[in-house]
């Protein structure tokens, strides 16, 4: 980051900044809080005689060659966030992730099959995603069998031009995080399955599905598209109905309904699979975009009078399942306290036991009716 950059982040006159750090013998307090906050390190961190080793630096799965890139405030305080409950689950948790299929597949073909064989490992079938209700019922529904497996999946807003969402590799206990900001749930649900490939690669990053600028990421994209919409599954799902080559608006929001995905990978399914002819995808882009913007990025949200979501719900959505199901019994066992589970994930004291009580309470029923409100 270059001074350039750090005033526009600051807001400060990029003259009063350098007179602050390179005229002076020590930036005024308040300059150093100001930047402290922005780089998301404590201020003592300036007065240090070496700069202290930053863990943790992601790689940007965005560029053709994966490297680490500058990110906002609110994105270094997600991943912070995600490290902090990876950390303690190390350090304490007795559960850990079962034993991980490995992506190591790298033809076509190849991808096809471990991803149907994935999605049969989290039992996850063609009933399921015919009989959720909607693409927000088949998220949560994913995002449970894959929280079952060990793996934690956390909910988080920063800007999305930082990604669509990150992973957090460890053998034992692997965390993604989905960017919440902008995405529908069912652009969330691609997200989330393009985040659980980079977990099955043992690949930490950050990524954009529709992103795709190297080998890895349009292996992942490969995957999620055939790990939701396996070719086997897609006639019973769309009832046999014969689709036009050439689709238009209309028939990609129909597909996606039926699919219970979102409309860009639907339509890039298609085309993949050759139901859809070359060029569908990018034609569709070009649509949508005259029309007034892709409609994954955006959600309608409850109508005037609805109150807020209880709180337990929407820390069930922030925290995921597996969360509660760790930190639940050690909790209880004394192994850490309110205050030190608190400080590691930001889980405040008074709503840890509401929100543990709630997931252990839900049950498979109530699961298929369950939507989990952003906080």
């Known amino acids: 980051m270059d001074l350039r950059e750090l005033s526009r982040r600051l807001q400060m006159d990029i003259d009063d900044l350098r007179n602050e750090l390179e005229d002076k013998q020590e930036p005024a ?12 390190v404590p201020k003592f961190t300036f007065f240090m005689s070496q700069p202290p080793e930053l863990g943790g630096i992601l790689p940007d799965f965005r560029s053709e060659r994966p490297h680490e890139t ?3 405030r609110q994105a270094v305080e997600v991943i912070q966030f995600a ?9 304490l948790a007795d559960k850990a992730s079962n034993e991980l299929p490995q992506f190591t597949a790298q ?12 999605r049969s490992y989290f039992e996850i079938s063609l009933e399921d995603q015919r009989d959720v209700k909607d693409a927000r019922a088949f998220s949560t529904l994913c995002r449970k069998k894959i929280e079952d497996k060990g793996i934690y999946v956390l909910h988080a807003s920063f800007p999305s031009e930082d990604g669509s969402g990150f992973c ?6 692997p965390v993604i995080v989905v960017n919440t900001k902008n995405q529908t749930r069912a652009r969330r ?5 393009h985040e659980l490939s980079h977990v099955l690669m043992g690949k930490s990053g950050i990524s954009d599905p529709f992103i795709r600028k190297n080998v890895v990421e349009r292996r992942c994209n490969q995957f999620a598209g055939a790990f939701l919409a396996p070719r086997s599954f897609i006639r019973p799902l769309l009832k046999n109905v014969t689709l036009p080559r050439r689709p238009d608006v209309d028939d990609v929001a129909w597909v996606s309904r ?9 339509v890039l399914r298609l085309e993949q699979l050759g139901i859809f002819v070359d060029g569908s995808h990018a034609s569709w882009l070009a649509t949508m975009k005259s029309l007034g913007g892709n409609p994954d990025y955006s959600e309608k949200r409850g109508g005037p009078g609805t109150g807020p979501p209880p709180q337990e719900k929407t820390k069930l959505a922030r925290y995921g399942f597996h969360f509660a199901q760790v930190f639940s019994p050690l909790l209880s066992r004394g192994k850490i306290d309110p205050i030190n589970l608190y400080r590691a994930t930001g889980l405040k004291p008074g709503y840890q036991k509401p929100y543990f009580d709630y997931a252990r309470s839900l049950t498979t029923a109530q699961l298929n009716d369950l939507d989990l409100d952003d906080e």
Do not use: W
Not at 83 to 91: C, E, H, K, L
Not at 107 to 118: G, K, M, R
Not at 189 to 193: E, H, R, S, V
């Open 29 to 40: 307090l308040g300059v150093i809080s100001k930047i402290a906050r922005e780089l998301s």
């Open 70 to 72: 500058q990110k906002s």
């Open 83 to 91: 490290q902090g409950v990876q950390r303690v689950a190390v350090a």
């Open 107 to 118: 033809s076509t073909s190849e991808i096809e099959a471990f991803a149907l064989d994935v």
């Open 168 to 173: 957090l590799y460890h053998p034992k206990h």
């Open 189 to 193: 649900l691609f997200t989330l399955i």
């Open 258 to 266: 039926r699919l219970k995905i979102s409309q860009e990978a639907s």
